[in-house]
Antibody
């Protein structure tokens, strides 16, 4: 069974940093590109970032480019999101989502981790 | 990259069919087959319903179907059930430097 378990969320002050993790199991992690998707309270889904299978290619939403860094450790079956210069607009539930193999659909999602940016 | 455009809400009665539209541009839906749809119940993670415009993952009910015409994709739910009440999101691959985009979401109410 595919499982994605996010961790690392919490309360952080504006301008602060936070690192999210996503532990993957039940599939060959190194064979799938991975994503972070977020959802602000009461709002819709927003794609945040994608990383290719080897970690060689990364993409970011305009709203986070230059502040967030996606990475992965295939040996540890883990995905990460380093977030810095956080503002209240980054307050959201952050989901780790797997790409359908060789495709551009999010076929498995974690349960999400809440990031709250507030003083 | 602007979000894809979906109606804010739709409603229907049990047994009826409804269609949710998702309008994009020639940079996304109009060019690529990579249109997907997701169902999200309150407090839960989204669930993939449709990928590549019209394909259903294993385990998804055949009551859910997808289509595309030009730059507009559609999700049709037939034989509405109370359990279908949820938020629905479309997504597409795009040719921009932010290669994924979601619609704003549509709240389905089953009356």
């Amino acid at each position: 069974e595919v499982q994605l378990v996010e961790s690392g969320g919490g309360l952080v002050q504006p301008g602060g940093s936070l690192r999210l993790s996503c532990a993957a199991s039940g599939f060959t992690f190194s064979s799938y590109s991975m994503n972070w998707v977020r959802q602000a309270p009461g709002e819709g889904l927003e794609w945040v970032s994608n990383i290719a299978t080897t970690g060689a290619t990364m993409y970011y939403a305009d709203s986070v480019r230059g502040r967030f860094t996606i990475s992965r450790d295939n040996a540890k079956n883990s995905l990460y999101l380093q977030m810095s210069s956080l503002t209240d607009e980054d307050t959201a539930v952050y989901y780790c989502a797997r790409d359908l193999h060789g495709d551009y659909a999010f076929d498995h999602w974690g349960q999400g981790t809440l990031v709250t940016v507030s003083s | 990259q602007s979000a894809l455009t979906q109606p804010a809400s739709v409603s229907g009665s049990p047994g009826q069919s409804i269609t949710i539209s998702c309008t994009g541009t020639n940079s996304d839906i109009g060019t690529y087959i990579y249109v997907s749809w997701y169902q999200q119940h309150p407090g839960k993670a989204p669930k993939l319903l449709i990928y590549d415009v019209s394909y259903r993952p294993s385990g998804v009910s055949s009551r859910f179907s997808g289509s595309k015409s030009g730059s507009t994709a559609s999700l049709t739910i037939s034989g509405l059930q109370f359990e279908d009440e949820a938020d629905y999101y479309c997504s597409s691959y795009t040719s921009s430097n932010t290669p994924r985009v979601f619609g704003g979401g549509t709240k389905l109410t089953v009356l």
